[in-house]
């Protein structure tokens, strides 16, 4: 199930409308719409306007974050603002895509996919490095023994780094791999993930390489010579 935050009726009919054709989706006008159905029904994905009646969507985000039964519901922000200032800020509250107005449907329903893609389970009995433990089946990422609440984007981040350890990483291997299709030059969205990152790990951010000129790389302190 996937829902549509947007005032504007005729994006968010065309949005529903192109989206059923292969899945379900359901849209909605406010905000308080919006929260009235997500208290009955998750979805596995949220499209979200920032421009709203009552609310804008950036506060929404936070608030989705912020909450553990919605932190790691996958959001994409569809929105007029497409400046790098406005993307930064989406994807600093939490977002997990960023989408400017206009945009096509075949590329919609690409991106779409692609974040479907990343909620899938991944078989695994967990992994460990030092302080840090994360469990890809139930997507629980924890430091010294407490829970660490991260965004889809920022788990996948990590489960990758950790899966490659001691590997160096660049921009565009992560942006193939956790977002599922290439970003025209655009490697701030990497950079901006991976400082939250860091910074939500506490004691295991440090674990988390820059490699200059390059990209990342994962070495916890038993690496170091």
């Known amino acids: ?62 608030k989705l ?13 569809l929105t007029a603002r497409s400046s790098e200032y406005d993307k930064v800020l989406g994807l600093d509250s939490g977002a997990d895509d960023y989408l400017p107005k206009p945009f096509g449907m075949m590329e919609l329903i690409a991106r ?24 890809p089946e139930r997507h629980i990422a ?12 920022e788990f996948e981040l990590l489960l990758y780094l950790m899966q490659n350890k001691g590997l160096v990483l660049t921009r565009e291997q992560f942006l193939n791999r956790v977002w599922g299709y290439t970003f025209d030059g655009e490697n701030r969205t990497v950079d901006v993930h991976i400082r939250t990152l ?9 674990y988390i390489r820059t490699v200059r000129g390059i990209g990342y790389k994962f070495e916890d302190d038993t690496d170091e010579e």
């Open 1 to 62: 199930m996937i829902y549509i935050v947007e005032d504007d009726p005729s994006i968010r009919e065309l949005v529903v409308y192109t989206l059923n054709a292969t899945m379900e989706a359901v849209g909605f006008g406010t905000p308080e719409a919006f929260w009235k159905a997500l208290d009955n029904r998750l979805p596995d994905l949220i499209l979200l306007d920032i421009m709203l009646p009552g609310e804008d969507g950036l506060s929404i985000l936070r």
């Open 65 to 77: 974050r912020s909450n553990r039964k919605t932190g790691q519901i996958p959001v994409m922000m």
């Open 112 to 135: 779409v996919r692609a974040l479907l893609r990343r909620t899938q389970k991944e078989e695994s009995d967990g992994l460990r490095s030092g302080c840090l433990h994360v469990d």
């Open 142 to 153: 924890e430091v010294n023994g407490e829970t660490v609440t991260l965004t889809l984007k």
């Open 198 to 206: 860091r910074q939500k790990l506490g004691d295991a951010g440090r």
